[in-house]
């Protein structure tokens, strides 16, 4: 302004007016009255916005005095302006957890309290520090610059107390067990029985391991499987005997059935699989000594040559009759050759229904009985020709009725050689005009013929006529004059015996029991 005025004041006097001096005064005067103005206008302003900083300032401390400042971010999360419950919250350390699970292999939750093994974790301690260490007078310089903070969030347990925890807790009492190949219960099929996982603990110290471990890595849900070592697991599982179960039915639908004209025996199932070796590809080979086993058990069953019978004598009632070595009729099964016959069936892989067992034959003496007259209990029947050797009495008995009732003479006592042993005998040839020679044991020789030749033994004992006795039979000739261990008969019941009674009948012999 001082200036304007000595510019103004330097212009030359005579372009001055008349009364000019007296204008330029004025002027002068309302000049220095805006410059007045502006000065205040001014201060005014500088005075405002000191305030306004000033307080803007004071008003951000108080904001921020409770709260990160903005920019700030703690392990790459952004805490700006978050008061400290805020950040615990967003960084996940607010609250202690209080539960540790552990889930068994059966999913079963097995829980324990974190109080109990002083459980503690460091991150809300941490964050704590960071909030602190803040200078919030320069809380405006978060505007300008980031602030970057990170932690490790430690974790602090007694060991000792979690482990003495874990070794009381309930695991569980269940035992693992492998996968089972049986049978069902009506012993029908080959079933798969599944394998079991026991959730009971067979490894204490790798299971204190595992839970140890996990708590310390920060994880309080822990879930135990097979890999955590502390289960036995099944070794055996359903899968790996599927084929095996399907090969075993296969061949567990086979059967051979034997038949002994009252009953049968079929061979299946759980027992034929004892004779059975699979093989991976699916068949099969038959062992034969578990083959023979079976054979075995069938001939001692159903056996009934060489054996004492229970009889029904018609003077004696109810007795029992001996074996000997002479008497061939009855049941004989030839084992060897059944046994190859049956492990030839099982090899074909076909099922047989009613197949006879091979019995015991010389070619033309077959070791077998009459099949109408087997029964559990007998294999005589109710036709047969029974013989006292006592009373010298025999009797023909055809379906139970008798037919034929006469006398004869038997061996002779005396001479062992000559004496007819008891048994069971078998008629099984037949011919006429026989001529009947031969030398016994004693040296004795005979020959001489009959008419009707009735064969009942492989040793030359036979029913036959003896014409040569005239009508003399019975009583007690046979001790004294008895035969060479035939049977003598008159002609005519020799006859009636040849053409009357079956190829096969029995012919029961005897003695009274306290005779020979």
């Given amino acids: 302004m001082t200036e304007n005025s000595t510019k103004i004041t330097k212009k030359p006097a005579t372009s001055v007016?008349?009364?000019?001096?007296?204008?330029?005064?004025?002027?002068?005067?309302?000049?220095?009255?805006?410059?007045?103005?502006?000065?205040?206008?001014?201060?005014?302003?500088?005075?405002?916005?000191?305030?306004?900083?000033?307080?803007?300032?004071?008003?951000?401390?108080?904001?921020?005095?409770?709260?990160?400042?903005?920019?700030?971010?703690?392990?790459?999360?952004?805490?700006?302006?978050?008061?400290?419950?805020?950040?615990?919250?967003?960084?996940?350390?607010?609250?202690?957890?209080?539960?540790?699970t552990v889930k068994t292999i059966d999913g079963t939750p097995v829980v324990f309290k974190t109080a109990d093994f002083d459980y503690r974790l460091s991150g809300k301690d941490e964050l704590q520090k960071i909030y602190d260490s803040v200078n919030r007078k320069t809380w405006f310089s978060g505007f300008i610059q980031n602030s970057t903070y990170s932690f490790n969030e430690d974790i602090t347990f007694d060991v000792e107390k979690l482990q003495k925890l874990v070794e009381k807790a309930n695991w569980g009492d269940v035992e693992t067990a492998d996968a089972k190949l049986g049978l069902n219960e009506d012993k029908t099929a080959y079933v798969i029985t599944p394998e079991v996982q026991g959730n009971k603990i067979t490894d204490m110290k790798k299971l204190e391991a595992c839970v140890t471990q996990s708590v310390a890595a920060g994880e309080l849900s822990v879930e135990l499987d097979k890999d955590t070592g502390c289960y036995s697991l099944p070794e055996v599982k359903s899968a790996d005997l599927e084929d095996d179960c399907k090969k075993r039915n296969d061949v567990f639908q086979l059967s051979v059935t034997y038949d002994f004209d009252y009953t049968t025996e079929t061979l299946t199932g759980e027992e034929l699989m004892k004779m059975i070796k699979l093989k991976d590809d699916g068949s099969y080979t038959v062992d034969r000594k578990k083959a023979m086993e079976?054979?075995?058990?069938?001939?001692?069953?159903?056996?009934?040559?060489?054996?004492?019978?229970?009889?029904?004598?018609?003077?004696?009632?109810?007795?029992?009759?001996?074996?000997?070595?002479?008497?061939?009729?009855?049941?004989?099964?030839?084992?060897?050759?059944?046994?190859?016959?049956?492990?030839?069936?099982?090899?074909?892989?076909?099922?047989?229904?009613?197949?006879?067992?091979?019995?015991?034959?010389?070619?033309?003496?077959?070791?077998?009985?009459?099949?109408?007259?087997?029964?559990?209990?007998?294999?005589?029947?109710?036709?047969?020709?029974?013989?006292?050797?006592?009373?010298?009495?025999?009797?023909?008995?055809?379906?139970?009725?008798?037919?034929?009732?006469?006398?004869?003479?038997?061996?002779?006592?005396?001479?062992?050689?000559?004496?007819?042993?008891?048994?069971?005998?078998?008629?099984?040839?037949?011919?006429?005009?026989?001529?009947?020679?031969?030398?016994?044991?004693?040296?004795?020789?005979?020959?001489?013929?009959?008419?009707?030749?009735?064969?009942?033994?492989?040793?030359?004992?036979?029913?036959?006529?003896?014409?040569?006795?005239?009508?003399?039979?019975?009583?007690?000739?046979?001790?004294?004059n008895g035969s060479h261990g035939c049977i003598n008969m008159s002609y005519d019941d020799a006859k009636y015996v040849y053409d009357n009674v079956p190829y096969g009948t029995p012919v029961v012999m005897y003695y009274k029991s306290a005779d020979k």
Wanted: charge should be neutral.
């Fill in 17 to 100: 007016k008349k009364n000019s001096s007296v204008k330029g005064s004025s002027k002068n005067k309302k000049r220095k009255k805006k410059r007045n103005n502006i000065g205040i206008i001014c201060g005014t302003a500088a005075a405002a916005i000191v305030i306004v900083v000033g307080g803007g300032y004071f008003i951000g401390r108080a904001y921020y005095s409770n709260r990160f400042l903005s920019g700030t971010t703690v392990n790459g999360i952004d805490v700006g302006g978050k008061t400290f419950e805020q950040a615990c919250d967003l960084l996940g350390v607010n609250d202690m957890p209080y539960e540790l």
């Fill in 294 to 480: 079976y054979v075995e058990k069938l001939a001692k069953k159903y056996d009934t040559y060489n054996t004492k019978r229970k009889f029904h004598a018609t003077l004696q009632g109810d007795i029992i009759v001996p074996t000997s070595s002479d008497a061939k009729y009855g049941w004989w099964i030839d084992q060897e050759k059944t046994c190859d016959d049956l492990v030839d069936m099982l090899e074909k892989g076909e099922s047989v229904d009613k197949v006879d067992p091979i019995y015991y034959s010389t070619g033309y003496f077959d070791f077998t009985g009459v099949e109408s007259a087997r029964s559990k209990d007998d294999d005589i029947g109710d036709t047969y020709i029974e013989i006292d050797l006592t009373d010298q009495h025999l009797w023909y008995y055809e379906k139970g009725k008798k037919k034929l009732d006469t006398y004869i003479v038997s061996g002779q006592t005396t001479s062992e050689a000559r004496t007819t042993l008891p048994g069971v005998y078998k008629l099984w040839s037949k011919e006429t005009n026989k001529r009947m020679k031969d030398t016994n044991a004693d040296g004795d020789e005979w020959d001489t013929k009959c008419n009707f030749w009735n064969n009942v033994s492989l040793c030359g004992i036979g029913l036959h006529d003896s014409t040569w006795r005239g009508g003399y039979f019975g009583g007690e000739i046979y001790k004294y």
